[in-house]
């Protein structure tokens, strides 16, 4: 069973940066593409970041400019770069890998790791 171990979340103050690291069980270059997700109180996730493993990058329109993410295949790492944030980052933030096996879809998911942006 994969595992994905997120890491990194804080308190911070508004202005201030967060590096988000996760760790994968098994070798990312095996998932198509993984994604950083946010989920705020009372609110449904949200895709934040996505990197597919040909190395294409999005984000969600909230946080271009500000949130970077990247990938370490060879320590099977995938980090989330956040600066400049805002009260409304506050969130449980999830690293999700996704594989494709023939035509199915598999979607593993971390336990999530806490960001609190308050002054």
């Known amino acids: 069973q994969v595992q994905l171990v997120e890491s990194g979340g804080d308190l911070v103050q508004p202005g201030g940066s967060l590096r988000l690291s996760c760790a994968a069980s098994e070798s990312i270059t095996s998932f198509i593409a993984m994604h950083w997700y946010r989920q705020a109180p009372g609110k449904q996730r949200d895709l934040v970041a996505a990197?597919?493993?040909?190395?294409?990058?999005n984000y969600a329109d909230s946080v271009k400019g500000r949130f970077a993410i990247s990938r370490d295949n060879a320590k099977n790492m995938v980090y989330l770069q956040m600066n400049n944030l805002k009260p409304e980052d506050t969130a449980v933030y999830f690293c999700n890998a996704v594989r494709l096996i023939v035509t199915t879809m598999y979607n593993y998911w971390g336990q999530g790791t806490q960001v609190t942006v308050s002054s």
């Open positions: 990197i597919t493993s040909g190395g294409t990058i």
